[in-house]
T-cell receptor
Framework: DTEVIQTPKHLVMGMTNKKSLKCEQH?????MYWYKQKAKKPPELMFVYSYEKLSINESVPSRFSPECPNSSLLNLHLHALQPEDSALYLC?????????????FGSGTRLTVV | GEDVEQSLFLSVREGDSSVINCTYTDSSSTYLYWYKQEPGAGLQLLTYIFSNMDMKQDQRLTVLLNKKDKHLSLRIADTQTGDSAIYFCAERAAEYGNKLVFGAGTILRVKS
């Protein structure tokens, strides 16, 4: 299994809703990442987990809350989002933090906040 | 600081070669990558090059690295319509805390 699987593929949520994005990999990778990508822009790093511990938080607002319950799963909990948070949210993984061969990316969750 | 620059758009005819360019600023960058993103999809790693290399070839893809000018290029030979996508270069340097920094992306359009 060489994939990073993200669910759901599309999500529409209201500004008062609470939802979660899920990411799963079974490659034995111990580093996992959340990126946010706006249209026609490069991905921007949000969070990095290494061995299930939060390693990097790129000053992301608290309405985004990451969670890594085990080495295969990464969640992003969403609460009280704003319309400008609408974007493609990408999950990625790598064998460990010392990236050599690049990251494996999932297909992303297209989030629309209304 | 973190700054990876790419030209925004490239249009080529099917069968021609495409050359996508990228410049980076951090001279300590150790690994450089090219990713491809098709519409509505995630990023697919195409190839990578270590900073102690000048060139890497992988089938239709050739990566050239000029460390002196901090210039990276991706050449796609015999470009096909399926190569139409956004291409991102990315650098990984130790001072960035082990994260990838992406360029803005180059939209490649292949005309048949």
């Amino acid at each position: 299994d060489t994939e990073v699987i993200q669910t759901p593929k599309h999500l529409v949520m209201g500004m008062t809703n609470k939802k979660s994005l899920k990411c799963e990999q079974h490659m034995g990778h111990r580093a996992m990442y959340w990126y946010k990508q706006k249209a026609k822009k490069p991905p921007e790093l949000m969070f990095v987990y290494s061995y299930e511990k939060l390693s990097i938080n790129e000053s992301v607002p608290s309405r985004f809350s990451p969670e890594c319950p085990n080495s295969s799963l990464l969640n992003l909990h969403l609460h009280a989002l704003q319309p400008e948070d609408s974007a493609l949210y990408l999950c990625a993984s790598s064998p460990h933090l010392e990236v050599v061969y690049g990251y494996t990316f999932g297909s992303g969750t297209r989030l629309t906040v209304v | 600081g973190e700054d990876v620059e790419q030209s925004l758009f490239l249009s080529v005819r099917e069968g021609d070669s495409s050359v996508i360019n990228c410049t980076y600023t951090d001279s300590s960058s150790t690994y450089l990558y090219w990713y491809k993103q098709e519409p509505g999809a995630g990023l697919q790693l195409l190839t990578y090059i270590f900073s102690n290399m000048d060139m890497k070839q992988d089938q239709r893809l050739t990566v050239l690295l000029n460390k002196k000018d901090k210039h990276l290029s991706l050449r796609i030979a015999d470009t096909q319509t399926g190569d139409s996508a956004i291409y991102f270069c990315a650098e990984r340097a130790a001072e960035y805390g082990n994260k990838l920094v992406f360029g803005a992306g180059t939209i490649l359009r292949v005309k048949s």
